[in-house]
């Protein structure tokens, strides 16, 4: 059976992060996604709006989802593709390039992103209710 892995914040759940990981599914046989906690994305210098707690919950609740484990550090990659036996390390093409290292222990694939949808755009948007 072929194990896929990605990671993300997923905050404020859109369209482009749903079409990413059906496409994941599509892929492999179990999708496990390790969705990046709090405290993980104050490393990433990322804002959150929506808690951990909801965002995994969101996500674990997704059909073609099989599992959702939490990101909590850059290294845990390395970990995790031994631990869950991953075949393909999958994660959008805006991090093209950043996760080769992990190419001489499973497949890395970058795929391209929805356009025109972000959370960033989502809260720009929001502002002018
Ligand atoms: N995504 C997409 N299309 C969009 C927006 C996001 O395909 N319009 C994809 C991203 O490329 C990523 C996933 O959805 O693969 C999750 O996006 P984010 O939550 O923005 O992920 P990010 O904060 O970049 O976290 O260690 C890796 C990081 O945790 C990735």
């Not at 850059?74 to 390039?97: L, S």
Request: hydrophobic letters at 40%; glycine letters at 4%; a positive charge.
């Amino acid at each position: 059976a072929k194990t896929i892995i990605t990671y993300g914040t997923f905050d404020m759940f859109h369209i482009g992060h749903l079409k990413l990981l059906k496409r994941l599914s599509k892929l492999g046989d179990k999708l496990i996604v390790a969705v990046s906690t709090d405290e993980f994305n104050s490393v990433k210098g990322k804002k959150v709006l929506i808690p951990y707690k909801h965002r995994a919950e969101i996500v674990r609740s997704i059909k073609f989802v099989d599992e959702v484990i939490p990101e909590t550090r850059w290294e845990q990659k390395i970990e995790d593709v031994e631990k869950y036996n991953v075949d393909i390390f999958a994660i959008g093409e805006d991090w093209k390039g950043k996760f080769d290292f992990l190419k001489d222990k499973c497949e890395v694939v970058y795929l391209e992103r929805t356009p025109n949808v972000s959370t960033t755009e989502l809260k720009k948007s929001l502002k002018h209710l």
